[in-house]
């Protein structure tokens, strides 16, 4: 499950980055097909994020992981309300400090649970790097969601491939033997 959401998450920011740009090719953005279908991936991709967060946690207990993906779930549940008010007029949003606050505390949370990973052996560091890089163009500007969607992807990619466990550094083991 990991491997797959690993792919599937950043290919659906990926087609919300892509869906936010045709959106505005008429200069307008707002209600339409590509507003909707966009906005339904971006849903998916950030539900899958907290899906991953949970698997990431399982891989490697601890309270400090624990409290990343408890973290990176209250983040996420913030932005699918955020999500689902830009779908459906009808329904409530969020102060515009909590609408931030989710979007910091999904990515900060998502971001421990990656360096956890790394420094554990099981993600190259870079991988965490990449990701923050993605994280941080969005904040930059949303028209680098296809950017950010790239950049998300190429730092999960490892999760995507068995044996993620990488080969001990010569000074490990020269300290086993």
Not at 86 to 93: E, T
Not at 143 to 161: N, Q, T, W, Y
Request: with cysteine; proline share 6%.
């Amino acid at each position: 499950m990991t491997r797959l959401i690993a792919v599937v998450a950043p290919a659906l920011m990926l087609v919300y980055g892509l869906c936010r740009y045709a959106d505005g090719l008429d200069g307008d953005r707002g209600n339409g097909w590509a507003w909707d279908a966009g906005h339904v991936a971006f849903f998916i991709a950030v539900a899958l994020f907290a899906v991953l967060a949970d698997r990431l946690r399982r891989e490697l207990p601890s309270p400090l992981t624990v409290v990343a993906e408890a973290v990176t779930i209250v983040g996420a549940a913030g932005m699918l309300w955020v999500i689902t008010g830009d779908l459906f007029d009808s329904f409530p949003s969020l102060p515009l400090l909590l609408n931030v606050l989710a979007s910091v505390l999904f990515e900060v949370g998502l971001l421990v649970l990656l360096v956890r990973h790394a420094v554990a052996r099981r993600l190259p560091a870079w991988s965490p790097v990449l990701v923050l890089l993605g994280f941080t163009s969005i904040a930059l500007s949303l028209d680098l969601l296809p950017l950010s969607a790239v950049l998300v992807g190429a730092g999960l990619l490892p999760l995507a491939r068995d044996g993620r466990r990488l080969p001990a550094v010569v000074g490990e083991r020269l300290g086993s033997s």
